[in-house]
């Protein structure tokens, strides 16, 4: 098994920062692809960014350069880096990677468990 612990977050004022961590550990041969996704109530998760095992980023739209993702590959860990937060920015992030458990084995994604961030003056 694979668990993905998340720290991080909290109330922050509009314009503020906050640091989001996510360390995988458990059966773990390779990590590829980490991200992160938030979600607001009564709405579906939607793509914050992601980055590969070699460190190519990709971010959604509305990031519009304010956040940064990074991964610390022997941490297995993933970072976001959110900057200039506005209300609107107000969502449970969760992270997660996709993982092979074994030299063999098939990928499977794992999720963190969620962290509140509330962007509020």
């Known amino acids: 098994q694979v668990q993905l612990a998340q720290s991080g977050g909290g109330l922050v004022r509009p314009g503020g920062s906050l640091r989001l961590s996510c360390a995988a550990s458990g059966e773990i041969f390779r990590v590829n692809t980490m991200g992160w996704y938030r979600q607001t109530p009564g709405n579906q998760r939607e793509l914050v960014a992601t980055i590969t095992a070699g460190g190519n980023a990709d971010y959604a739209v509305f990031v519009k350069d304010r956040f940064i993702i990074d991964r610390n590959n022997a941490k297995n860990t993933v970072y976001l880096q959110l900057h200039e937060l506005q209300p609107e920015d107000t969502a449970v992030y969760f992270c997660?990677?996709?993982?092979?458990?074994?030299?063999?084995?098939?990928?499977?994604?794992?999720w963190g468990q969620g962290t509140q961030v509330t962007v509020s003056s």
């Open positions: 997660y990677a996709d993982v092979v458990s074994h030299w063999s084995g098939p990928q499977s994604t794992y």
